[in-house]
C-alpha cells in the first residue's frame, strides 16, 4: 500500500515536518530521502501498481507513515497483499523491507526486515530529526520555496503572484512558460510560446546548466482549462529532474496546483488514462453545450478539472484548483 497513492494527509505532515526540521524534502518521497540518508543507491521509486513503495538493488521496501499516536499503533499489512508482495519480492530476487515514519516532534524513522503487523517498539530506529541536525544545519531552509508551494496558501504566495504578472504578460494573449529554482526562486528560464502552446525541448539542458536540483514550472493556459495530457508527458520528464511542482495560471484568474511527487515509469500510460476519463465524462458536458447551458469555453474547463480530480485519485499525485 504505497504511501503516496493512500494517505495524503499524513504525508503532508510528514513532509511539513521534514522542512521544518531541515532533514530534506526536495519534492522527494519520504522513503527515498531516508534510503539516502542510510547510504542506498539505484533508489527506484514505483508506479501505482508496483507491489512495493520503493526498490533498491536488493531490496522491495513497504513504507508507512503514522501520526503523533503511533506508538499505539501498527504497521498492518492485509494477509492478501503480504502473501502477493512476498511471492513478487521472490521472483524478482528482493528482500522485503519495511519502514515506518512516525511524525512527531522528533520525525521517527524505524525500519524492519520482512512484512507484518509491526509496532515501533519491534522495530529499528534508524534516524530522528537530531541525528540529520548537525548535517544539514539549523537556519532557515533553502528548501523554503517548495514548502510553500506544497501549503495550503500556495496561491496567495508572493512567487506565486509575481510569477503569474510577469508570465501573464509574457504570454501577451498566448502561452508562457517559466521555470523557478526551488531552493532560490530565481529564474531558470523563460519561454514565450504560441497561441496555445510552449516548446520546452531545451528544459533539460537549462536545469543542467543551473545546477538546480529542485525546480517549479509555471505557465499558463488561455482557454482557462487544467492540465492537459502533454502537460502530463512533460511533468513526467520533469519529474526525472527534479520538478516536482507545476503551476497553470487561467487566463480567467483561475489557478491549478499539481504536485507530482514521484517519477512515473509509464508516461503512455498516463496519458492514454486521461483520453480515457476524457471520453467517459463527454456524455455529461456535451448535452449543457448544446443545450446553451454552457459554453464550449466553460463546458472544457470543468470538463478538464474533471479528468484531472480523477487521474489524482488513480495516481495519488496533489491536484488543486483555486477560482
Known amino acids: 500500500m504505497a504511501v503516496i497513492t493512500t494517505n495524503k494527509t499524513c504525508l503532508r505532515k510528514a513532509k511539513n515536518q521534514l522542512e521544518k526540521h531541515q532533514m530534506g524534502f526536495d519534492g522527494e518521497h519520504i522513503g527515498e530521502v531516508v534510503l539516502k540518508r542510510l547510504g542506498y543507491k539505484n533508489i527506484v521509486l514505483t508506479s501505482h501498481k508496483s507491489k512495493f513503495d520503493i526498490l533498491t538493488a536488493r531490496e522491495a521496501w513497504e513504507i508507512k507513515t503514522v501520526g503523533r499516536d503511533a506508538l499505539d499503533k501498527k504497521m498492518s499489512i492485509k494477509a492478501k497483499q503480504k502473501v502477493e508482495k512476498l511471492a513478487w519480492a521472490k521472483k524478482n530476487k528482493k528482500s522485503p523491507k519495511s519502514m515506518m515514519v512516525i511524525v512527531n516532534d522528533s520525525a521517527e524513522v524505524y525500519v524492519r526486515d520482512g512484512l507484518g ?133 487561467a487566463n480567467d484568474g483561475a489557478k491549478y496546483r499539481l504536485i507530482f511527487p514521484y517519477k512515473y515509469e509509464h508516461p503512455g500510460t498516463m496519458k492514454k488514462n486521461w483520453y480515457i476519463r476524457k471520453e467517459a465524462l463527454m456524455d455529461e458536458y456535451k448535452p449543457k453545450v448544446l443545450s446553451g447551458k454552457m459554453t464550449p469555453l466553460e463546458a472544457w474547463k470543468e470538463h478538464s478539472h474533471r479528468i484531472m480530480e480523477e487521474l489524482s485519485r488513480l495516481y495519488g499525485f496533489e491536484y488543486e484548483r483555486i477560482l
Open 117 to 249: 503487523k509491526f509496532r515501533p517498539g519491534g522495530m529499528k530506529k534508524v534516524v530522528t530529526y537530531k541525528d540529520w541536525r548537525k548535517e544539514v544545519g539549523h537556519g532557515r531552509s533553502s528548501k523554503a520555496i517548495i514548502s510553500r508551494m506544497g501549503s495550503k496558501d500556495w496561491y496567495k504566495d508572493e512567487l506565486v503572484l509575481n510569477v503569474e504578472k510577469d508570465l501573464m504578460k509574457t504570454a501577451g494573449g498566448g502561452e508562457a512558460f517559466y521555470l523557478v529554482d526551488g531552493k532560490t526562486g530565481k529564474n531558470i528560464m523563460k519561454i514565450k510560446g504560441g497561441k496555445d502552446y510552449v516548446d520546452i525541448k531545451d528544459l533539460p539542458s537549462a536545469v543542467k546548466k543551473s545546477g538546480s536540483k529542485s525546480f517549479i514550472s509555471f505557465h499558463n493556459h488561455p482557454n482557462s482549462a487544467s492540465f492537459g495530457p502533454d502537460d502530463l508527458n512533460s511533468m513526467i520528464m520533469e519529474a526525472s529532474l527534479g520538478g516536482n511542482h507545476h503551476i497553470v495560471f
